[in-house]
């Protein structure tokens, strides 16, 4: 258990209303991840935090935003959620010095927008 | 951006069999990473490999950092029912700062 909490774990909503899915770590880590799963598309990166405030893009990062005011919590937030946004989503910490590495995840949230 | 292709996509086997997968990629990578996930939950870390030529084994996974950095091998041996997952690739370049993961082998074992 690498003290990951993603809220909500179910979620469906419409076409066009405001989402935001929260990433809780009890482990004080630095860098905080945000992935996509989906069938024949393996993980892709969202955005990325690398401390309180600081937070970049990732491959995928268009629709979406993120908002880390305390290093335990990560938002993502989808301003106006369309059905391709259905997806699993998965938090990540990182426990290892450097960006990327050993990631832990947490359980994901199952997001349907009709 | 990097791509990784992993292969193959599925797999069934018998249990007691050994599995074999890979993963490759036009690009260099600097460390090689391998998860599985069990159905709806996250990845769990399997395997790190940070050198090339680097062989490491996690009781019956073993797995390899390719000698051209380019690929990586993960092996499971005497297969059993709890194998059963998605087992995901990824790789790191430090110098992009990301990781890239490939698309996932998802292993049946049947009893």
Known sequence: DAGITQSPRHKVTETGTPVTLRCHQTENHRYMYWYRQDPGHGLRLIHYSYGVKDTDKGEVSDGYSV????????????????????????????????????????SGTQLSVL | GQQLNQSP?????????????????????????????????????????????????NGRLTAQFGITRKDSFLNISASIPSDVGIYFCAGINTNAGKSTFGDGTTLTVKP
């Open chain 1, 67 to 106: 908002s880390r005011s305390k290093t335990e919590d990560f938002l993502l937030t989808l301003e106006s959620a369309t059905s391709s946004q259905t997806s699993v989503y998965f938090c990540a910490i990182s426990r290892a010095t450097g960006i990327n590495e050993k990631l832990f995840f947490g």
């Open chain 2, 9 to 57: 996509q599925s797999m069934f086997i018998q249990e007691g069999e050994d599995v074999s997968m890979n993963c490759t990629s036009s690009s260099i990578f600097n460390t090689w990473l391998w998860y599985k996930q069990d159905p709806g939950e996250g990845p769990v870390l399997l395997i790190a490999l940070y050198k090339a030529g680097e062989l490491t084994s």
